[in-house]
């Protein structure tokens, strides 16, 4: 599975923005997906996941509120919508999938992951 993030930029503090996660599978309904980030001089840390079909979220503490995960099926893609972004957001953003037969599974460990993207870079002035 390739996966390709794309919708990063230089973004002002308070603004919004989503991210997309395009996936090459035909069977994208059959991945957990993720969402982590690495901000500069620091370790990558979870932000979000999704289950199979989308009715299972999970989210890392620092982020609640203000992202939201989501997924097309249709389209094999997943987004990350961010609103009032901080400085404190800015950072490479990373999709990640792994496949699992449990349906309401999520996953907010980097090493569940098997299949990561190249990363977005998200940059927030203040």
């Known amino acids: 599975v390739q996966l390709q993030a794309s919708g990063g930029g230089l973004l002002q503090a308070g603004t919004s923005l989503r991210l997309s996660c395009a996936a090459s599978?035909?069977?994208?309904?059959?991945?957990?997906m993720g969402w982590f980030r690495q901000a500069p001089g620091k370790e990558r840390e979870f932000v979000t996941s999704?289950?199979?079909?989308?009715?299972?979220?999970v989210y890392a503490d620092s982020v609640k509120g203000r992202f939201t995960i989501s997924r097309d099926n249709g389209k094999n893609t997943v987004y990350l919508q961010v609103n009032d972004l901080k400085p404190d957001d800015t950072a490479v953003y990373y999709c990640?999938?792994?496949?699992?037969?449990?349906?309401?599974?999520?996953?907010?460990?980097?090493?569940?992951?098997?299949?990561w993207g190249p990363g977005t870079l998200v940059t927030v002035s203040s």
């Open positions: 990640a999938a792994r496949a699992t037969a449990y349906v309401r599974a999520t996953y907010n460990s980097a090493e569940n992951y098997d299949y």
């Open positions: 599978t035909r069977t994208f309904s059959d991945y957990v």
């Open positions: 999704i289950n199979r079909g989308g009715s299972n979220t």
